[in-house]
Structures are given as structure tokens and as C-alpha cells.
């Protein structure tokens, strides 16, 4: 099963050729915020209304050199976290997604 995860494509646009991936939050609160295919269209609403674009990274955790953890988060919710830098190699997708905005 593969996770997802969204960034701005200004981002990407400056990371997409580096072997690891840092998210801002993994400074923040230890961990890399990614979601299941159907929790995709809830947590863009909830946090990138506002954006125009978005990129949405496909992640096949098979090829991750880093722990995976499936834990609560938003309202309860199980969400995978990723706790350490993404190598890219995982990342075997990345599509540009047009919001509603």
C-alpha cells in the first residue's frame, strides 16, 4: 500500500533532485505528515485550501530507508508518519494536483 504526501511545487521544484527529503516538520515535531490514498482530498481541504497547486508525492514504503509509523493524529485518525529524512528513492510518483481555489 503506498502513502502520500502533498508539498507546494515551489518546494519541490527545489528538492526533486535530492537524494533525501527534509519536511519542515520534521524539524518541528520529529516526523514527515503523509496520508492513505482516501484521506488525501480531507487533508487538502483542511490545510492547502488556500493553494493554488499542489504536488502529491506517491511513496511506495517497501523502498523507504526510514520508519514508517501508523499513529493517531487528527481527530483520532491513523496517519503514516514518516520519522527521519525521506530518501527519494521511494518517492516513484510525484503528479501535480489543481485545487478548487
Not at 51 to 80: C, H, Q, W
Request: proline share 6%; hydrophobic share 40%; charged share 20%.
Amino acid at each position: 500500500m503506498y502513502i502520500y504526501h502533498i508539498v507546494l511545487p515551489e518546494i519541490w521544484e527545489t528538492v526533486k533532485n535530492e537524494p533525501l527529503y527534509r519536511h519542515e516538520s520534521l524539524a518541528s515535531e520529529g516526523f514527515i505528515h503523509c496520508s492513505y490514498e482516501d484521506q488525501l482530498s480531507g487533508v487538502i481541504d483542511r490545510y492547502y485550501a488556500d493553494a493554488k497547486n499542489l504536488v502529491i508525492l506517491t511513496i511506495d514504503p517497501d523502498l523507504m530507508a526510514t520508519r514508517l509509523v501508523a499513529e493517531p493524529s487528527t481527530g483520532g485518525e491513523i496517519y503514516p508518519h514518516i520519522y527521519g529524512p525521506l530518501n527519494m528513492s521511494a518517492v516513484i510518483k510525484s503528479e501535480l494536483w489543481e485545487t478548487k481555489s
